[in-house]
Nanobody, 116 residues
Framework: QVQLVESGGGLVQPGGSLRLSCAASIRIFSAYAMAWYRQAPGKQRELVAQVTSAGTTHYVDSVKGRFTISRDNAKNTVSLQMNSLKPEDTAVYFC??????????WGQGTQVTVSS
């Protein structure tokens, strides 16, 4: 059974940093594209950052230059380093693993709150 377990969320002041981690119990982790999504209250879930199986990264424009996604295939983990956090980054952040359009897994989510 595949499990994605996120950690690292919390409360941080504007301008601060957080690092989210996702531990995946996936047999062939390296074959999956890994991503972080977020969902703010009253808004649709949006893709924040993705790293493909080949290591190519993609970011939504609003986090470019502030967030960095990385993966460690030896440890079956994906991380999201978030710097210069803004109140509008407040959301529940979800880890996502995708092998194809039909093989997709989600974590439970971790709350990130940016507030003074």
């Amino acid at each position: 059974q595949v499990q994605l377990v996120e950690s690292g969320g919390g409360l941080v002041q504007p301008g601060g940093s957080l690092r989210l981690s996702c531990a995946a119990s996936i047999r062939i982790f390296s074959a999956y594209a890994m991503a972080w999504y977020r969902q703010a209250p009253g808004k649709q879930r949006e893709l924040v950052a993705q790293v493909t199986s080949a290591g190519t990264t993609h970011y939504v424009d609003s986090v470019k230059g502030r967030f960095t996604i990385s993966r460690d295939n030896a440890k079956n983990t994906v991380s999201l380093q978030m710097n210069s956090l803004k109140p509008e980054d407040t959301a529940v952040y979800f880890c996502n693993a995708r092998q194809s359009t039909t093989i997709v897994y989600w974590g439970q989510g971790t709350q990130v709150t940016v507030s003074s």
